[in-house]
């Protein structure tokens, strides 16, 4: 195996060794922070991330690819150190906008440099399978966090930032020791605006890439708003919090297993992915606001897989149809499309789930999901008459 490939990996098990993850919404409750605090915390959170995509997503593409996600690791470091010492709702409110900062100088950055990495190696077409693979690395080492957290959050909650930190650091290290992108002889860096603007008009000019971003935002932010709730509904169940970490496991080891199959998903089911991909989402969703009970969070291995395929087929469709030189910045697009319906539903919904009770407001969660999915399945229909979709 070719020795960056191999980094790249090493990088998705470190960036998703998040030990506080299984607990993080449980340790925001138990420090005295609301359901409507919670959820605003978590829109600060996707708020930073839209305010900070693109620029730096044109950035990685304008100064390199790999300082961007280094940067980026910095500030997750700072952000666990943040977490750690707080005790209220402006630290932990300050702690997810550093966070964010994060996010944003990482995401689309990090695909985009495993892409260029790929393409060194004449491997590029077979970016899904090769993708697939680190993102079954990434949900591995996030589920052995997550059991790991089921062992230290008993202790101490905060210990997992501390835990995450010192992952973050080691990754530090590892991406820095990847080669940079050589530019071709004579090739002049792209205007810093002139970046973002040709990466919008990418977007604008294809209906098919727009129907993408659009699929993938919806996605996204269904899935943003529902994770939360599996630690409520296992805590509405009277499950131990000595399971959670078991439970999460649980849950990527599911994702893992999905991203492993998103290749051979898409080639079976063909222009009917994103059907089956949007009912895997939606069902459990009512079944989990019917039934509460201690093995129920079961159910929502189901939201994991289909959220863990619709990233790479989603991914592979953009990357495929953006000039290089733009992929960060086009991709950065696409997270800041979620991030900005996730920051605006996020609040509301926090909101009802407190004053509609968790059953309510999940059962018109799904009503609205169900609607939104069908109308934008409906005008996939129309789009496809027009394009072969392999």
Not at 36 to 56: D, K, N, Y
Not at 159 to 174: C, E, G, N, P, W
Not at 183 to 212: C, D, M, N, T
Not at 344 to 354: E, N, R, V
């Amino acid at each position: 195996m070719n020795r960056d490939i191999l980094k790249f990996y090493i990088y998705s098990a470190l960036s998703n060794l998040l030990f506080f993850l299984p607990i993080v919404y449980i340790f925001f409750k138990n420090s005295g922070l609301t359901f409507t605090e919670i959820f605003i915390t978590e829109t600060i959170f996707a708020i930073g991330v839209v305010l900070f995509e693109v620029p730096t997503g044109a950035l990685a593409d304008y100064i390199d690819c790999k300082k961007s996600v280094l940067v980026g690791a910095l500030l997750w470091i700072l952000s666990c150190l943040i977490f750690f010492f707080g005790n209220d709702f402006i630290t932990f409110s300050l702690g997810q906008l550093v966070c964010a900062m994060g996010v944003a100088f990482i995401s689309g950055a990090d695909t985009a440099l495993f892409y260029e990495i790929l393409k060194r190696q004449n491997k590029e077409n077979d970016f899904k399978k090769y993708q697939g693979t680190a993102q079954m690395i990434g949900l591995v080492s996030i589920s052995l966090a997550s059991l790991i957290s089921g062992l230290i959050s008993p202790v101490n909650m905060r210990l997992t930032f501390i835990a995450s930190a010192v992952s973050f650091a080691i990754l530090f290290f590892v991406v820095a020791s990847i080669p940079s992108k050589e530019r071709a002889k004579g090739e002049e860096r792209p205007h810093y605006l002139k970046v973002i603007s040709e990466s919008f008009q990418i977007i604008k000019s294809s209906k098919w890439v727009l129907w993408i971003f659009v699929f993938s935002a919806l996605f996204g932010a269904a899935y943003k708003t529902i994770y939360p709730l599996t630690q409520i509904y296992m805590q509405n169940s009277n499950l131990d919090i000595k399971f959670f970490g078991i439970a999460s496991a649980y849950f990527f080891l599911v994702a893992a297993l999905a991203s492993k199959m998103a290749n051979s998903f898409e080639l079976f089911f063909k222009r009917w992915s994103y059907l089956i991909l949007s009912l895997l989402l939606i069902i459990p969703v009512f079944i989990i606001s019917s039934f509460v009970f201690k093995t129920g969070f079961l159910i929502f291995g189901l939201v994991f897989f289909a959220s863990s395929i619709a990233t790479i087929i989603t991914n592979h469709e953009i990357l495929k149809v953006t000039p290089e030189s733009k992929h960060a910045t086009v991709l950065s697009f696409g997270n800041l499309f979620y991030r900005g319906i996730f920051a605006a539903t996020s609040p509301i919904f926090g909101y009802y789930l407190g004053v509609l009770g968790f059953k309510t407001a999940l059962v018109s969660f799904g009503i609205i999901l169900s609607i939104i999915f069908f109308v934008v399945l409906l005008s996939y229909s129309n789009i496809t008459k027009k394009i072969i979709v392999k």
